[in-house]
């Protein structure tokens, strides 16, 4: 562990690793995540409303419109989180936070990707 990272003890190298605010790897899954989640979120919309008003063009061309959902969220994900260092002041509004807030923020937060990956399949395999 010395030779390749300059410390002997791993779980303070892990703790920087997960924990790091500013530059740990977990600000990289969360931004992915985000971006992910988002991109869910249009696609399954699209695929919904094209559906909901028979559009066939949609289908025939989906490369098109996943490219340009992927691109789009990435750039909501970097203009809301990543950009300025917006995250940063996130954390330190979180960290002021009561029991009571976080419980039910982090409910809040499980629901709402559920329910996108519940949407993603229900405009997959339901037509209205």
Request: charged letters at 15%; aromatic letters at 22%.
């Amino acid at each position: 562990m010395k030779k390749n990272h300059g410390t002997d003890n791993s779980i303070k190298w892990l703790d920087n690793f997960w924990l790091n605010k500013k530059d740990g790897d977990s600000f990289i899954d969360i931004s992915g995540w985000l971006g992910g989640i988002i991109f869910l979120l249009f696609i399954s919309a699209a695929i919904f409303l094209g559906k909901l008003f028979k559009l066939k063009f949609i289908f025939n061309n989906y490369i098109w419109f996943c490219l340009g959902f992927l691109i789009i969220s990435m750039v909501i994900c970097h203009y809301s989180v990543s950009k300025n260092n917006i995250y940063l002041i996130y954390f330190n509004e979180f960290e002021n936070w009561t029991t009571f807030e976080k419980r039910k923020n982090v409910l809040l937060s499980i629901g709402f990707i559920l329910f996108v990956i519940v949407f993603f399949f229900v405009s997959l395999l339901y037509a209205p």
